[in-house]
Each structure stands twice: as C-alpha cells, then as structure tokens.
C-alpha cells in the first residue's frame, strides 16, 4: 500500500489529493506488469477498465482506411488511458500496445466512480487533464509525423569493423536528412569509447540504475556537429539484471527527448545487448562478409539492414544488389582525417563517395529516399539534363533512377557516375542542325535485305504513313551510331556497376508486356528503350523482340513506387498535341518548311507527333503517384531538334528550379 500512495501522488490525476484521501482510493487500483508487444486495449472491443502508465512505454493505435495501424502517439509514464470513467462505456477508438515493458495501474469504471464522486480535487485534474490532451491531439495533427524506426541498434560480430565509425557518421547523416533530433547510446563497454572518437572529454557514464529524466539529461554530452552523446559504463552493463533494466529506462525517456536513438552496442551478446536490440525498431547489421549472416534468433519484430563494411575489393556488386545490402567504400584518408580531428567523414568530408553512403542509408532509414523518373521524348529528353543541374546546385540527392527512351539515356548515364558536365558537353557537340541524321545516317539499313517492302515503303510515305511497317518490324535506322556514342561516353557497364540504381523501360513488340530492366547490360538495355517505332530497328535482347519504353511507360513513376522511393518526381518533356502542332503552324508562319524542323520525311513528323500526343494523355494517368511533377516548357522545340539542346536543357533547369520550394518542403516533412 505505502508503494501504491506514493506512486498515486506522483500522478497529475491525484495532485494536491490530500494523503488520507489517497488511502481510500488506492485498494481500487491493481498492478500489473506488460511485457513489450502485450496489446493491453484493442480498437473496436467493448470495455470500462482505466489505465495509468506507472512505467515504460505503449504506443497508441489506430487503422486507416487501408486497415493498416498507424501510430498515433507514444505514452510514457503518467499518461492514462482507456475508456475514461466519466464518460458511457463504447467501443474503443483506438488499440494500446506495449512498447517498452510496463507496470501498469487499471481499475474499472464502477469502481473508480464510486471512490471519486466525492473527491472535487480528483475530478478537476481530470477534467483539466483531458482538455489539456484534447488540445494536444489537436496540435500533433498540424505537426510532422512520428518517425518510423526511432530506435536503432548498430550490431557486429566482428571486432574491428569500425562499428563505432559507422553510428556515429550515421547520426550525424540523419540529422542533416530528417532534420531530427538524434542522440548516440555508447552501449560499446570500452572506456571511452564513441566519446573519445568525438574528442568529448571527460565523458559522463550513466552509472547507476536509479535512473529519471532529470539524471539522464545531466549525463548527455553535446558535440559541435549537434549530435548527442549518452554513455552507459561497462560495469552497470555487465551487471545482468540492473543493467537490462537500466537500458530500458533510458531508452524510455530519450525516446521522448529525441526522434532517433542511436544504440552502439557491444559484440558480445550479453543480457545488455539483447535488450537493446529487442527494445530497437531496427538493426544495423555491420559486417564485411556478404555471405555473413547475423546470429540467428537474434531479431524478432526489428527490420534489418545489413551494411557491408571493410570487404574484399572483389566483393559481387550483383550479389549486394539483389540483398540490397548498402555498401560503404574505403576511404582511409577520410576516416584518418575523422579519428584526427573528431569531425565525422560526413562534415569534414561531405562530397566524398563514403559520405553519399551513410547519406543513403539514412534517406533509406528515414523514409527519405528520392526517386526521379524521367521520360521519353526524342530531342526534348535533353531537358532532363537541366533537371539534374537544378538538383545538384540545390543539393537534393537521388537515391534511383528509372527511365523511358530519352530518358533512359540521359538517367543511366548519370547512373553511372558520368560528371553532368560531361554529359552535356556531348549532347551540346553532335547536338547541330542535323544532329538526329549525325545519329543515323551512317547507319542506313541495307535496302537489299529488305527490297520491295521497303522500297514500296519509300513512295507511299511520300504522301502517308504506312503502318505496315511496324508490322514489319522495320526501322530506317540501326542505332549503331547511337551505340557508338553511348559507349564513348557512359562506356559499356553493367546494371551492378552504377552508382545509382536504374529501372530500364522497354517494351515487347510480341506480346505488348512492359520490361523493367534492372539487370544485365544498360547499353543493351538504353538500346532497347530507343528503339523508336518506324526510326530506329528493335532491338533482339535476352530472348526478346524490343521497342520504344515510353510507348509502355511514358513517365516510369510506378516502378520507382515498387522499388521503395518514399518521395517521387516525375519529369515528362512530352507536350500534348495541341502543344505541338501550335509549334508547327507557328513555324509555318514565319516560313519555314516542316521538313528544316525534322531531318526525316514530313510524314515521319506527323507520325512521331501523333504518337508523343498519345503518349502525353498516358502520362498524363500513370503519374498520378508522383509527389512532384517536373513539366519543362518545350512544346515550340521538335521532337527531332536536337539542335536546340543548349534551349532544352535551360528549359529543364528552369523547370525544376520552379519546384525546388516544393520539393524541399516534402524532404524535411516527417
């Protein structure tokens, strides 16, 4: 009973309760213990019981209209809930489950009625406690939501991994990509420790198992990054029920001071450790073996990420591909320059490929991860090189990449790692008046091979467009040239070799199936995506008859959904046809002939304006997930003028330049 009183007059309910008072209504109340998972109310059920939170942590739930459950807000100790007594018994709103184990005080209504009816104090902290709460509720729906994996635990079987190198660059990373609140828990059992990497002297232990906020706010440390630092001693770890207590308790409280919590555990798997990786929402698997796995039975509810550390040059990039391992390259001179100064790789060494790492397994971390979907568009698609211009002067980072015809071009060459500079400068050199024939007219089919088809094929275009050659399977031009010049400038990768990860869109002239190409030769692949109907010959790759992707996919927003990207943009260059034969007749109008805008027969024109207008209204549909739509203002410049390059990439930039507030705002909203 004394233990019950005193814990009642530590709650907001009973303030100012006289302590005779606090007598009579303590027996009502049962405690209860709540290991971390146990739903303590469900959504829906009918019931009267009352909580109070003594300790640990339970989060409130509730299903969207998808019946998925969503996190509505994390209760910590204090905090009541259930059917409030005051109010008629009705089906519950919403589900409590336990986050953190949890001692918990429950009643029922009757009871608790009876023992307060006469007890004004009770009854006016109650009523102010729910308004207070109502309010809250209303302020969190105008604030950023909860962040998804709040608890990371950073885990390795190896010694000498550089476990500690990879928390700490990884909490600064996912403050600079979630603008969050982020602290680092040296679990580590070294003296000194992460404290000593951050040049943080002396180091504050948490030292004892008498633990509350206000002890743990002492012991926090702030470096000049802005990343906070508590140390827990080895001695209260090694402790093995003191110190799985004590880790629940601070990982209770910093869970309400700050959005992540950083965990760097020990190797050795003591009850310390277990703990912290089961109270954890995800684990940071650290190793340098791609075919190491992690101890088994070691993860329960926790997703897993595995970063590959430290490894044999000749690791399979393939292989880490298709686990979706991340991939952290060496980079000695950058770690050397950290453990010198104390200033983590991410700040003193922000451009450097090491850095862009721990960038993306905090985007991926933080629901953060961009994609940018470009599409087809002939000569327009050198707009896309102005998109990346505007992306890189403001520093949005691209986590994929997936691309139709043009815009597999210009996106799998930056895939690659080609400098924008570079790309530009050789789309501005072949890009003259005739820059579409400098691509095929050195690659005319031989007209023996396909005689009278194609020579009827000639005359009939004089005046119409003959369809029959689709059916043919039949393009004016090999694409060899284009070939050539891919090679020159991107060279001849393969899909595990690219900085980024591409989605290829090509389509099966046989049987009409969209291909998504991840894998294999992205020559082959941006091949294939060219292949324009009528123009370019398909293409025959891995047991395939190969057209155009934008006929499939003008704008490839969905594969970017498929794959993960948290937020998409979407590029389309292609006007509406309305667009487009306004550009015509305006250039009729200052007398130019149709033929001086395109290189290729007038009936070419119109048919590749027909098809890009169809392709518009396709878009059009297929990008309604996209978060951000980039539009370039292109529909006075011709599918075939590749002339006017420098224009289309300034038209690009100007374009994305326009969203750039926009796209902004999405990033840092949580």
Known sequence: MPDTLFLLQNNKIFKNVPEEDLARIAPIFERRYYPRGARVCQEGEISSRFYILLSGQAQALKKNEQGEEVELDILTPGAFFGDMPL?????????????????????DKASFEEVIKHHTTVLYNLSRLLCQKLYLDHEDTQKKKRVKYPIICVYATEENIGKSIVTINLGVSLMQETKCRTILVDMGMKEQGIASMLKID???????????????????????????????????????????????????????????????????????????????????????????????????HQKLRTVINLSDASIDKKL?????????????????????????????SPHSELSRAFGRIARDIGGKKIGLALGGGSARGMAHIGVFQALEQHGIPIDMIAGSSAGALIGSAYAAGVPIETIEAAVLKWGSKLGLLRLTVPDVLDLKYYGKALTRFFRKTRTIWDPRLLRLGIGIFSGSRVDRLYRNVVGDPDFSDLQIPLSVIALDINSGEEVVYEKGNVRLAVR???????????????????????????????????????????????????????????????????????????????????????????????????????????????????????????????????????????????
């Open 320 to 348: 880490l591909r298709e686990k979706h391992y991340h991939f952290l390259p060496r980079d000695y001179e950058a770690i050397d320059q950290f453990l010198t100064t104390g200033i983590p790789c991410v700040i003193g």
């Open 202 to 300: 002396p180091v504050r232990y948490v030292d004892t198992s008498s633990i509350n906020q206000e002890y743990i706010e002492s012991k926090i440390t702030s470096h000049h990054s802005m990343l906070d630092l508590i140390s827990v001693s080895p001695e209260l770890l090694m402790e093995e029920t003191k110190g799985r207590e004590s880790i629940a308790k601070i990982l209770g409280i910093l869970k309400t001071l700050y959005d992540y919590v950083i965990i760097d555990t020990s190797s050795k798997l003591s009850r310390s450790t277990f703990e912290a990786i089961d109270l954890s929402n995800i684990m940071l698997f650290v190793t340098s073996n791609i075919a190491q796995e992690y101890p088994l039975g070691i993860l329960d």
């Open 87 to 107: 109010l008629a018994s009705e089906p519950r709103l919403t589900s409590i489950e336990i986050v953190i184990d949890a001692d918990v005080f429950e009643t």
């Open 528 to 670: 294939a995506s060219l292949s324009i109907p009528g123009i370019f010959t398909p293409l025959a790759y891995s047991g395939r008859f190969l057209i155009d992707g934008s006929i499939a996919d003008p704008v490839p927003v969905n594969t970017l959904v498929k794959n993960g990207a948290d937020l998409v943009m979407a590029v389309n260059v292609t006007p509406s046809l309305q667009e487009s034969f306004n550009s015509l007749r305006r250039s009729r109008k200052q007398g130019e002939l149709a033929v001086s805008r395109s290189p290729l027969l007038p009936v070419f024109d119109i048919a590749m304006r027909s098809l890009q207008s169809l392709q518009y209204e396709l878009a059009t549909i297929k990008t309604t997930q996209a978060n951000i739509h980039i539009n370039p203002d292109v529909g006075d410049i011709s599918w075939s003028e590749f002339f006017n390059a420098d224009k289309l990439i300034q038209r690009g930039k100007e374009a994305t330049e326009a969203v750039i507030p926009q796209i902004q705002h999405l990033r840092w909203e949580t």
